[in-house]
């Protein structure tokens, strides 16, 4: 139930962005990585790839609510990447609207407090 709720979601945020946005590829930083998606000692792989959906998916929310912005802050809560299932922490995040002069524009997600890569 829990995950044709989160389908049914990404599929609205998602139908609701624009064409280009869709189409940008999505980088994250090395640290925003290892604090996001990356678990130490996951139980299974699907672990990780279910982490970096909800870190993309809460960046296409956030993009949805606010598509020319350059920045935008956002957040999610998650467990520890050292694997302490204790509780969820926030974590603070910004999503950079990287647009390339060479056509190669692309999504990056950084933590709040460091600068975006830039690929080009």
Same mark, same amino acid.
């Given at each position: 139930?829990?995950?044709?709720?989160?389908?049914?979601?990404?599929?609205?945020?998602?139908? @609701? $962005?624009? !064409?280009?946005?869709?189409?940008?590829? *999505? *980088?994250?930083?090395?640290?925003?990585?290892?604090? !996001?998606? @990356?678990?130490?000692?996951?139980?299974?792989?699907?672990? *990780?790839?279910? %982490?970096? +959906?909800?870190? *993309?998916?809460?960046?296409?929310?956030?993009? @949805?609510?606010?598509?020319?912005?350059?920045?935008?802050?956002?957040?999610?809560? %998650?467990? $520890?990447?050292?694997?302490? %299932?204790? +509780?969820? @922490?926030? $974590?603070?995040?910004?999503?950079? %609207?990287?647009?390339?002069?060479?056509?190669?524009?692309?999504?990056?997600?950084?933590?709040?407090?460091?600068?975006?890569?830039?690929?080009?």
């Amino acid at each position: 139930m829990v995950t044709r709720t989160w389908r049914t979601t990404m599929s609205i945020t998602v139908n @609701h $962005l624009p !064409s280009t946005l869709l189409k940008l590829p *999505v *980088v994250l930083t090395p640290s925003a990585w290892k604090e !996001s998606v @990356h678990m130490e000692a996951p139980s299974h792989i699907a672990e *990780v790839g279910t %982490r970096l +959906g909800e870190v *993309v998916l809460e960046a296409y929310r956030e993009l @949805h609510l606010q598509p020319d912005e350059p920045q935008i802050d956002f957040g999610i809560y %998650r467990f $520890l990447p050292n694997g302490d %299932r204790s +509780g969820r @922490h926030w $974590l603070e995040l910004r999503l950079h %609207r990287m647009d390339a002069i060479n056509g190669n524009s692309y999504l990056c997600i950084s933590l709040r407090d460091e600068q975006p890569l830039n690929l080009f």
